[in-house]
């Protein structure tokens, strides 16, 4: 059976603070494709391509493979490399999380970065997976999926929470208005739309802490088979 547990959900759901954990407790790999979305829109941005559809389109193999060469993810910590540059902090700005769901939406940067997604996971000797399609579209065939929600305002907390650890201030309405618009864009567009897979298993985290969410998705994993009883 493939070894991949798949986490989706809107911005500041809490999936990547959860699919790290899970990942942890499992001894798997943690990969969060958001990331993978941030650095291209990061990249694009610095080439001054970002907003021009044709630019793009004509240089997406390029990037795509700058990209799939140097990008480097810590499976345990999540902390984000591009070569030597580490990227963490500076992709998580507000500015290009709305880059990176403007980036999202192309149909074409979406199947070129399909099987980078893809060989990450499949190299590996089990996966839990973060992102908005990842049991919809990437990994179809994964065993268990998940989909979490949580009301925007307890999202934008954790957000501003997580922003101000970095050092990063935003007002929280500021933050709402992001999400939301963020929220409707990532739902709303044509291709691989954000949406709980058919057989994911919806989780609403508004109220519970990420310990409560990991111990239900491990439960969850024992009762498939997917890791041992004794573990
Ligand atoms: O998970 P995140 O907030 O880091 O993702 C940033 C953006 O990337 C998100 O707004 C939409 C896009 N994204 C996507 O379209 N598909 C994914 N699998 C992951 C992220």
């Known amino acids: 059976m493939m070894k991949v547990i ?12 959860v699919s790290q954990l899970v990942a942890l407790e499992l001894g798997w790999i943690y990969v969060t494709t958001g990331a993978i979305y941030r650095t291209l829109a990061l990249l694009l941005h610095e080439a001054g391509m970002l907003g021009d559809k044709q ?12 990209l799939a060469d140097r990008y480097r993810q810590d499976t345990r910590s999540g902390r984000v490399f591009l070569g030597d540059r580490e990227l963490t ?12 769901s403007f980036v999202a939406q192309d149909e074409l940067v979406r199947q070129k ?4 997604q893809r060989r990450v996971v499949l190299e590996c000797n089990g996966a839990v997976v973060d992102g908005r399609d990842m049991g919809t579209v990437v990994f179809p065939e994964a065993p268990l999926k998940f989909f979490l929600t949580a009301s925007v ?16 201030t935003v007002s ?41 969410v990991v111990k239900t998705i491990l439960k969850y994993s024992l009762e498939r088979g997917l890791v041992p009883k004794c573990k």
Do not use: W, Y
Not at 178 to 202: C, G, L, N, Q, W
């Open 172 to 212: 929280e309405s500021e933050l709402s208005k992001e999400i939301s618009e963020r929220d409707k864009r990532d739902s709303d567009r044509k291709v691989a739309p954000m949406v709980p897979a058919s057989d994911a298993i919806t989780l609403d985290c508004t109220q519970l802490s990420p310990e409560e």
């Open 153 to 168: 305002e307890e999202r934008a907390r954790r957000r501003i929470h997580e922003l101000e650890k970095m050092g990063q």
């Open 113 to 116: 970065l399909l099987p980078v």
């Open 55 to 66: 630019s793009v389109h004509n240089a997406i193999e390029r990037f795509v493979a700058f």
């Open 6 to 17: 798949t986490i989706d959900g809107p911005a500041g759901s809490g999936k990547s603070t």
């Open 89 to 100: 902090n500076e992709i998580k700005s507000p500015f290009i999380s709305e880059k990176a």
